[in-house]
């Protein structure tokens, strides 16, 4: 599975953004699929994720009730709103080796390339 992430760019704080993850030579649709963020020297962090149903959804308490994980049959959103400063970091989109969502990046096979999100106070 090859993943390509996009949507980001640069937002002022309190706007929003909406990243789409969409997979090539595969489907994604029976796996869980992450969104991780990783800021200039910082480590990688949980972002939100999905179950290959959507019925489950995970979010890092830092983005809770701001952002918005959802999928359809091949693609999945993750809907940022209210974004501050701190969110400014590249985003990936990661499938994981199981149907489940997960928190944990090692649950994950499959990760794209990224997309820069820039939040300006």
């Known amino acids: 599975v090859q993943l390509q992430a996009s949507g980001g760019g640069l937002v002022q704080a309190g706007g929003s953004l909406r990243l789409s993850c969409t997979a090539s030579?595969?489907?994604?649709?029976?796996?869980?699929v992450g969104w991780f963020r990783q800021a200039p020297g910082k480590e990688r962090e949980f972002v939100a994720a999905?179950?290959?149903?959507?019925?489950d959804t995970y979010y890092a308490d830092s983005v809770k009730g701001r952002f918005t994980i959802s999928r359809d049959v091949n693609m999945v959103y993750l809907q940022m709103n209210s974004l501050k400063p701190e969110d400014t970091a590249v985003y990936f989109c990661?499938?994981?080796?199981?149907?489940?969502?997960?928190?944990?990046?090692?649950?994950?096979?499959?990760w794209g390339q990224g997309t820069q999100v820039t939040v300006s106070s």
């Open positions: 030579k595969r489907t994604f649709s029976n796996n869980g």
């Open positions: 990661a499938a994981a080796r199981r149907a489940f969502a997960s928190v944990a990046s090692r649950e994950y096979a499959y």
């Open positions: 999905i179950s290959w149903s959507g019925g």
